[in-house]
């Protein structure tokens, strides 16, 4: 037996999270993808903050189980990490300078707010930049997509056109889960305005689907308005559902506190021709005072604060322990973390 053929045998019997993961794709495609085309993993990152560990775990994670898929068949893979840099700016993140020419600027698409370090076109591309280096660090193997290049490129133009096509039918999906003051405003389309560059949430009208033109109120003007081109973009639920959908993404893992909106997600990928992707539910990463780890707060910890204190492998082991287990992250944890390590 050849060391790639006993590796594959290994793989196929073990019992580890990373490879019970990969079997839901094996389910999923029992003879690889149609056409040879390679098993698409995603992680998404939303550049609002700056990346901390909570962001490096979910691309290790993902990784762990893209090795075990290649390994238990030896097919193609790639792997996306998918930057939401579109999203309007709700709130000026903690750590970060400037604070009050960001201030100026909210609700702007993250990829049109200048750089409160002064390093880089934009908020979102100094971000892109940090995560990019951060994942470049640990020789990880990824393509890197930026929602704006997708939304302004035309890549995402056929499923926008599907969205208006569809768009009663993806309203029926998402006004149930919403307060009623918020049904009467709600629209899974969120138009970029041509005065002030905010993206809006107002209630929205195809005006024609074909053509992607909507019709919307914008600070006491009627605008129609093209979707494509970056003059719009979806609602972060229905989005997420476009994008599995218009990818074809095959794995994606999430929080627990995203279950229902990955529920919402699927529900509008199958819509608009797709299916959900398979996906391991992970518990989340909490702080010193058992608050959820949030990039906006800046209460994470720093990959350079940890490896001050331990190896990279201590940190991956930490990471790789029961996925399924909410994790303290903070300083005070790392002794006690290198010492399960050694």
């Known amino acids: 037996m050849t060391d790639t053929s006993e590796l594959r045998a290994a793989a196929l019997e073990s019992k580890a999270w990373p490879y019970e993961e990969a079997r839901k794709l094996l389910k999923r495609y029992p003879e690889g993808k149609p056409g040879g085309e390679p098993m698409l993993f995603e992680t998404g990152y939303g550049p609002s903050g700056l990346p901390h560990i909570g962001t490096f775990q979910e691309v290790l994670r993902t990784t762990m189980v893209r090795k ?10 790639r792997l996306i990490a998918f930057s939401d840099d579109m999203d309007g700016l709700r709130k000026v993140p903690d750590n970060v300078p400037n604070k009050e020419m960001l201030t100026t600027h909210l609700g ?36 890197f997509a ?9 890549r995402f133009d056929e499923k926008l056109r599907d969205v208006l096509r569809n768009y009663d039918a993806i309203m029926a999906v998402m006004l149930p ?3 009623a003051e918020r049904q009467a405003t709600y629209s ?27 019709r919307f109120e914008d600070d006491g ?7 494509f081109g970056g003059q719009a973009k979806l609602q972060w639920k229905p989005d997420w559902g476009m994008r599995w959908a218009a990818l074809g993404v095959d794995y994606e893992m999430y929080g627990k506190d995203l279950i229902d909106s990955g529920v919402l997600g699927g529900k509008i990928a199958q819509i608009l021709g ?9 518990e989340l990463f909490l702080d010193a005072k058992g608050e959820k780890i949030s990039k906006s707060k800046g209460n994470g910890l720093s990959i350079d604060q940890w490896l001050t204190y331990g190896p990279d492998e201590s940190l991956a082991f930490y990471i790789y322990r029961e996925p399924k287990k909410a994790k303290a992250l903070h300083l005070g944890l790392i002794p006690r973390a290198v010492d399960d390590y050694w």
Do not use: C
């Not at 005065?195 to 005006?207: F, H």
């Not at 009627?222 to 979707?227: D, K, L």
């Not at 797709?274 to 992970?282: A, D, F, N, Q, V």
């Open 188 to 214: 899974p389309v969120l138009p970029v305005s041509p005065t002030s560059g905010v993206v809006l949430q107002v209630p929205v009208e195809v005006v024609d689907a074909e053509a992607g033109i909507i």
């Open 146 to 154: 930026s929602s704006t290049d997708y939304y302004a490129s035309g």
């Open 108 to 143: 702007k698409p993250l990829s049109r707010i200048p750089d409160p370090f002064g390093t880089h076109d934009s908020f979102a591309a100094h971000n892109n930049a940090m995560l990019r280096d951060f994942l470049d660090r640990f020789g990880f193997e990824y393509e």
């Open 221 to 227: 003007q009627t605008i129609e308005q093209s979707v």
């Open 68 to 77: 075990a898929y290649e390994e238990m068949t030896g097919l193609p893979t």
């Open 177 to 179: 889960t919403l307060r």
């Open 274 to 282: 797709g299916r959900k992707p398979e996906g391991l539910i992970y």
